[in-house]
């Protein structure tokens, strides 16, 4: 039996697996992003932990025969956060997330530092990535930089309390801007233009490699052996991906969580930062990925929720499906870029806009042109890849915005490649952190990375590209525009 733990923006999810690949338990618990300023988004550590300790009592509780037999544990989790430790291992300040856009000035010194920066690790500085952090709070809260002896990622942190053990893995650490993507290691280089070094970092350990045992106190409160090993595990889209079974050159999937993730499976590293593509390590030996990110998606339908009064997503989607066809083209349009942008715009600054409203205009309209906004925005995430050099025709739909089977065509009518959906395809990551279990445990990949049945297929439609495609002609042309003006005041940064 193997457990998979994913640390989302959003929630921890858990899942055991048992050794023909079936899911035998699964248990959550919420979590909640902390926003002091604008641009700013962190978490406490310490609630990482409380929400894993929540969902192991309600998995141990549902399932205690299929608990007590764990042979080992893998982690997914959020990428690019910075988790800052002192010398006795205590969390300094909150994590500074993926989505936090604080550290736009600090990618500029960063380049100018570091002009290699885009050959060795494969990506444009960006504000997600945790170099730039790590420069602003060296900035900003210089005492806090001083007193840092370690820098880890948030599934690491988990790994620590696990395990005693300071260790990451190729995939995570590729999103730091500090590793050397080609050679899967630190680069002294990268990490000295931040003004830190290796004895600052974890040691790195391949994904479906033993990265550790469980703490023999943790095992004995938790009721498993403690030669329970750790696998090195992987960041939530190398995760992801493995869980879906992507592990070939040019398999790939759509994933709508908070953030929207377009990835695809290369045989060697193929780097194009100028289209802010992401050039990633797999989380297996000798594979790499190209990974187009969005910084809303899931999370935009959320947001426009709370923000028209409706009760939940379910119910906005069913407001949307029952428009006629005839009102889709004249619905408004919407940019959604609540967080700022990444691929292909990496763009802090970037806002959500609707554009087109009326009189006729209904909540229905609205959240039809969220859908087709984050699809649009994908659009152009695959736009880049294909300069890169890749090329799809099917892509796996993953993550909590795959419920929906409205959205999935829209994504197959838009991105012009079949989408298909699999049973589990909300439990991406935690299936995935778990087949890395089984694989640090002895498992074959050939055997463990075996693609889930799909359920169902979503092929384009050619009755709705032409209209489709004029409105993401407008689409693009109306983030043009606002990229002219200048950016809306925000509060001060902290100094």
Not at 70 to 79: E, F, K, Y
Not at 164 to 187: I, N, Y
Request: some cysteine.
């Amino acid at each position: 039996m193997y457990l998979g733990i994913d640390l989302g923006t959003s929630e921890i999810k858990l899942l055991l697996l048992d050794a023909q690949g079936q899911a035998r338990g699964r248990a959550s618990a919420p979590l909640t992003v902390q926003r002091p300023r604008p641009l700013w988004s962190e978490q406490d550590p310490a609630s990482w932990w409380t929400a894993t300790a929540q969902a192991v009592a309600a998995l141990r509780a549902s399932a205690p025969d299929a608990w007590s037999q764990i042979r080992g544990i893998g982690l997914s989790g959020q990428m690019h956060g910075a988790v800052l430790l002192d010398a006795a291992d205590r969390v300094l300040r909150p994590a500074i997330l993926w989505n936090d856009g604080r550290s736009h000035a600090e990618c500029d010194a960063l380049t100018s530092a570091a002009p290699q920066l885009a050959d060795i690790a494969g990506n444009l500085a960006m504000p997600g990535f945790t170099a730039p952090k790590l420069l602003w709070v060296r900035r900003h809260e210089p005492q806090i930089f001083d007193a840092t002896a370690t820098v880890l990622l948030p599934k690491d942190y988990l790994r620590l309390l696990l395990t005693g053990d300071k260790v990451t893995d190729p995939s995570d650490a590729a999103g730091t801007l500090w590793l050397d993507v080609a050679a899967r290691d630190w680069s002294d280089v990268l990490l000295s233009a931040c003004g830190l070094r290796r004895e600052h970092m974890p040691r790195v350990v391949e994904s479906n490699h033993v990265g550790g045992t469980l703490r023999p106190d943790l095992a004995r409160d938790w009721g498993l052996s403690p030669e329970v090993v750790v696998a090195g595990s992987a960041g939530d889209n190398a995760a992801s991906a493995i869980g879906i079974g992507a592990t070939r050159p040019g398999e790939g999937f759509l994933s709508m969580g908070t953030s929207g993730v377009l990835f695809v499976v290369n045989d060697r590293y193929r780097p194009n930062p100028a289209s802010a593509v992401h050039a990633f390590c797999h989380a297996l030996p000798g594979r790499w990925h190209q990974m187009s990110v969005m910084l809303s998606a899931a999370s935009a339908l959320r947001w426009f929720c709370h923000f028209s009064g409706a009760s939940d997503e379910a119910a906005l989607l069913t407001e949307v499906e029952a428009l006629a066809p005839q009102d889709l083209a004249t619905a408004p349009l919407f940019l959604p870029y609540l967080a700022g942008e990444r691929t292909p715009h990496n763009d802090p600054f970037a806002t959500g806009q609707f554009h087109g409203l009326t009189h006729e205009s209904t909540r229905a309209h609205g959240g039809y042109a969220v859908l087709e906004g984050v699809a649009f925005g994908m659009a152009d995430g695959l736009a880049a890849l294909q300069a890169a050099g890749t090329s799809v025709t099917e892509l796996s739909f993953v993550g909590g915005g795959s419920r929906s089977a409205y959205w999935a065509q829209l994504m197959a009518d838009v991105l012009g490649v079949d989408i298909v959906r699999h049973a589990d395809a909300d439990a991406g990551g935690a299936l995935g952190a778990a087949r890395l279990a089984w694989m640090a445990d002895g498992g074959d990949e050939r055997t463990v990375c075996q693609r889930p049945a799909v359920s169902d297929r979503f092929q384009p439609r050619a009755d709705r590209s032409a209209v489709l495609a004029a409105r993401l002609a407008r689409f693009r042309a109306l983030y043009r525009q606002q990229r002219e003006l200048p950016p809306l005041p925000t509060a001060p940064s902290a100094s």
